[in-house]
């Protein structure tokens, strides 16, 4: 993997000086790339970290002398870069902090680590691609493209902070999610951020080829401009939705001596105008009131008395959607729990249910089981039984939707039912264990990128926040901050007048885009082999 600069200057020397590096100092300086590029990422937004990491870790790369090299390169990259991403996950190991606080350095470090696998991958399969010039960059990217997909399908998956979703900040560009998904936005970004390194070298195009990324990254905000402005602001006729967002901390909800109290809370907020309540192009009154994931301390489909109590809250002729859980009896005993989302009519009929079917590991179920002797982190003994999967719901008064609960909404290409496809889709959670950390930041803005793929408005009901509309370009309409009460009574925006091409082919687009990337990656690197062959 050689590739030792030939210029002189700030950039040639810093490329130098990285290539040269080795043993622990490579490693740390892996380690703090991987955590800087996080800072392209909600809340921080900074895109130029991407300049700063990318284009580090390939020159990195460069004075790997061996596939282990290359491999420790990218694991301790990624342990950065997961590291920084996903800190916040020991706030929900506080909640209970008696039975769980411990497990903070062993939770922390084995996901950082055991995520920066897939970064280590990254880097290793890159070397067998890697060529001077820009061969390397493509390697890099493919590769980072690849493994990210990857990493959000084995072991039930987990595409948290793809590199594509960084560019919520600005909306042009992320209506590249419309025609490629996230993942080919990523390939893109990835690249044009690694191209800087070819500022670096003795071509005589050497800038124009680094600022090469760059430029396919204008063409496309120029497309999604024009995607924008055809856009409109149609809003669905009839329907005013109001989100309720109670902001119930977490080591709260399930106290006994509160539940009362916090249901209460829900059925004050849902009936009676006030202070909190905000109005975003609402016109009419409330036909259809959301509450967040898990918002009753009770089953709501099986608990008819305290269901009864719902009636005050559901518009006439309208529904409650509310988060539940849902639970199976047999011999008196409870056999079968689920994380549901439940339509209750005006008369408290449960009108439908959908049961969660991808399930959150540690969180909702304890894999290994067997083998780890842990609990779940959510209250009870039994672990969450899966849905049937993506489901669209054909509820009286509304177009069809497809429900979302909690971190379903983050997986690309999997939150319709594409033989039934719906006409918006419905997202609630409870990031309430995460606090005002990055993560429900990071959340969001998986759920924005959602609503781009598929062309499809998203509504989203959160404990703690972040709760909001978003239109089926990505743009913002509604929105409740982070650690507030209060309740957004909104309209619903139609969905985009044409289906983008990521909701008829899926992940293929970027599959695509990725086997190209491969073949000129691979390309380059043959034509540098024959050359060497040639000289010899």
Not at 110 to 116: A, I, M, V, W
């Amino acid at each position: 993997m050689n590739g030792t600069p030939g210029d002189v200057g700030i950039m040639a020397g810093l490329a130098g000086r990285l290539a040269a590096v080795a043993g622990w100092r490579r490693w740390l300086i892996a380690f703090l790339l991987g955590a800087t590029a996080i800072a392209a990422h909600p809340p921080v937004h900074f895109l130029l970290a991407l300049m700063i990491a990318f284009p580090g870790v390939v020159w990195l790369l460069d004075g790997a002398r061996s596939p282990r090299a290359a491999f420790a390169i990218g694991w301790m990259f990624g342990a950065g870069y997961f590291a920084a991403g996903l800190y916040w996950v020991s706030n929900a190991l506080l909640v209970d902090a008696a039975r769980f606080a411990w497990l903070i350095p062993f939770a922390l470090i084995g996901l950082s680590l055991g995520l920066g696998l897939f970064i280590g991958l990254t880097t290793l399969a890159a070397r067998y691609l890697w060529s001077p010039g820009v061969g390397r960059v493509f390697a890099f990217a493919v590769s980072w493209t690849f493994f990210e997909m990857v990493r959000g399908t084995v072991l039930t998956g987990f595409p948290w902070n793809p590199v594509g979703n960084v560019w919520v900040v600005f909306v042009p560009v992320l209506q590249t999610a419309s025609w490629l998904g996230v993942y080919g936005l990523s390939a893109i970004t990835v690249f044009a951020a690694a191209a800087v390194v070819l500022s670096v070298g003795s071509g005589r195009y050497r800038w124009l080829q680094a600022l090469s990324g760059l430029a396919v990254i204008c063409v496309l905000a120029g497309a999604g401009a024009l995607r924008l402005s055809d856009a409109g602001n149609a809003t669905i006729p009839g329907v005013v939705l109001r989100i309720v967002q109670p902001n119930i901390a977490q080591a709260d909800k399930w106290v006994p001596a509160r539940r009362a109290q916090n249901y209460a809370r829900h059925l004050q907020m849902s009936s009676a105008p006030g202070e909190s309540n905000e109005t975003h192009g609402a016109v009419g009154p409330v036909t259809h009131v959301i509450w967040p994931e898990t918002a009753v301390p009770f089953s709501v489909a099986t608990d008819a008395p305290r269901r009864a109590l719902m009636r005050q809250s559901v518009p006439a002729g309208g529904l409650l959607l509310t988060g539940s859980i849902r639970l199976e009896r047999r011999n008196g005993r409870i056999s079968r729990v689920w994380n549901s989302l439940v339509a209750v009519d005006d008369k408290t009929a449960v009108a439908a249910v959908y049961d969660k079917f991808h399930l959150v590991p540690f969180g909702e179920y304890m894999p290994f089981r067997d083998i780890l002797p842990f609990d779940k982190i959510t209250a009870g003994a039994l672990d969450f039984s899966a849905g049937p999967g993506p489901r669209t719901l054909h509820l009286a008064g509304l177009p069809a939707f497809s429900p979302l609960i909690c971190y379903e909404v983050i997986f690309p290409g999997r939150v319709v039912d594409r033989s039934d496809r719906p006409a918006w889709l419905l997202n609630i959670t409870n990031d309430a264990w995460f606090g005002t950390s990055a993560g429900p930041h990071q959340h969001f803005a998986s759920a924005r990128v959602r609503a781009v793929e598929e062309g499809l408005p998203l509504v989203r009901a959160a404990n703690t926040g972040i709760s909001g509309v978003v239109d089926g370009f990505g743009r913002v309409t509604a929105r409740l901050g982070l650690d507030r009460a209060g309740t957004l009574d909104t309209t619903l925006p139609a969905a985009a007048q044409r289906r983008t091409l990521f909701s008829v082919y899926g992940n293929i687009l970027p599959g695509i885009l990725v086997v190209l990337m491969a073949i000129a990656a691979a390309y380059l690197a043959w034509r540098r082999s024959q050359h060497l062959i040639e000289t010899c």
